[in-house]
């Protein structure tokens, strides 16, 4: 399959251009920090730019199956609307280039999944996590309203162990303690809901 990433040089991405390696993918990145793929050169495609302009996403974009993206703000509780400006334009030039299949990684809480957290979730989400999830339940009604074939994919608290292959995926799942999961894990489910018509227009909530 021909998978656009974006966002591979953060440590989800990462996992996921792995596991599409793996697979025999043939794999383009769209990365503002070039440099940061170095080992890569050679087994990837690199299309050097931001995630939100027009033009790039227009050219990362043409040819591709399926587009994984993988963003994130890092350690920042700012979201500066990456999210909203991100998703308008991959909706843009997907719609352009005839992309249809999404797979847009985002957060555990954000939106309906909110109402499944535990008491301790919430209390993050609605504080140190609030501007990030604002700006991502913005982004996925975008999303949603796309046409496009998506999958939103919403993980508990990302941690950096390797792949246990053994997780919870569903619409739902009311969470109990405190819920985590690996993000070589996350990879390979999003990397699955890719290829796989199964997730289609669905949420998929994802945790150990
Ligand atoms: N941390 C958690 O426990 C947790 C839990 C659930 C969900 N999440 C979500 O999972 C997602 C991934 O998180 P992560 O910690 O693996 O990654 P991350 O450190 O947030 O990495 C973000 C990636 O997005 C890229 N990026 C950001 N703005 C960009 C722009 N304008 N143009 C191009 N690329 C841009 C970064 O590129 P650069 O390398 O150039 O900065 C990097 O590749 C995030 O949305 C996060 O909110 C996190």
Request: hydrophobic share 45%; aromatic share 6%; proline share 2%.
């Amino acid at each position: 399959m021909k998978l656009l990433i974006i966002g591979a040089t953060g440590p989800s991405g990462q996992h996921v251009v792995d596991r599409a390696l793996k697979s025999g993918d043939t794999i383009t990145i769209l990365a503002r920090r070039p440099e940061a793929l170095r080992d890569l050169q050679g087994k990837v495609t690199i299309i050097t730019g931001d995630a939100t302009s027009h033009g790039v996403l227009v050219r990362a974009m043409k040819g591709q199956d399926a587009v994984i993206v993988t963003l994130g703000r890092g350690k920042s509780i700012r979201a500066k609307d990456l999210f909203t400006r991100a998703a308008k334009g991959v909706i843009g030039a997907a719609k352009l280039t005839g992309v249809t299949r999404l797979v847009w990684l985002s957060s555990f809480g954000v939106g309906d999944t909110f109402l499944d957290a535990t008491i301790v979730q919430k209390f993050m989400y609605r504080t140190l996590l609030r501007d990030l999830y604002i700006n991502k339940e913005a982004s996925e009604k975008i999303i949603r309203e796309s046409g496009l074939k998506w999958t939103i994919v919403y993980p508990t608290a990302l941690m950096n162990g390797p792949a246990k292959g053994i997780y919870r995926v569903s619409d739902r799942i009311k969470m109990k303690g405190a819920p985590r999961i690996n993000r070589a894990d996350v990879a390979d489910f999003i990397h699955k809901a890719a290829h796989d018509d199964k997730w289609i227009r669905r949420n998929a909530v994802i945790t150990d």
